[in-house]
C-alpha cells in the first residue's frame, strides 16, 4: 500500500513560482512511475508531468520548459517545480503514483492559484 501527501500549493501571481512535493509512505520501492496531474475548474483532470523509477520524464507540452519534475529516493518525495505560471493553470494539482501491481495511487490534491 502507498499514500501519497502533497503539500506546497498556494497563490501566486502570473509569471511566478511555485514548487510542489509529494512525500510517500508504504511501499515505496514497488512504484514504477510518478506523477503530477491536475484538475482546473470545470475541466477534466490531465497529466501534466511523469518520472519513472529509472529517471526518465515525460511532460504535457504545455508545461515543457516551464515546469520541472524530480524525485529524491532518499527522501521519498517527488517534486514539481512550476516557473512562469499563467493564470489558467490554476487547478487542483494532484500526485500520482503507479506500482507494479499496476495499481494507482492519488494524493488528495494541493490548490495552486494564479492571479493575473
Known amino acids: 500500500q502507498v499514500q501519497l501527501v502533497e503539500s506546497g500549493g498556494g497563490l501566486v501571481q502570473a509569471g511566478g513560482s511555485l514548487r510542489l512535493s509529494c512525500k510517500i509512505s508504504?511501499?515505496?520501492?514497488?512504484?514504477?512511475?510518478m506523477g503530477w496531474y491536475r484538475r482546473a475548474p470545470g475541466n477534466q483532470r490531465e497529466r501534466v508531468a511523469t518520472?519513472?523509477?529509472?529517471?526518465?520524464?515525460n511532460y504535457a507540452d504545455s508545461v515543457k520548459g516551464r515546469f520541472t519534475i524530480s524525485r529524491d529516493v532518499a527522501k521519498r518525495s517527488v517534486y514539481l517545480q512550476m516557473n512562469s505560471l499563467k493564470p489558467e493553470e490554476t487547478a487542483v494539482y494532484y500526485c500520482?503514483?503507479?506500482?507494479?501491481?499496476?495499481?494507482?495511487?492519488w494524493g488528495q490534491g494541493t490548490q495552486v492559484t494564479v492571479s493575473s
Open positions: 500520482h503514483a503507479y506500482d507494479t501491481a499496476s495499481r494507482e495511487y
Open positions: 508504504g511501499s515505496f520501492f514497488t512504484i514504477m512511475r
Open positions: 518520472i519513472t523509477n529509472f529517471g526518465t520524464t
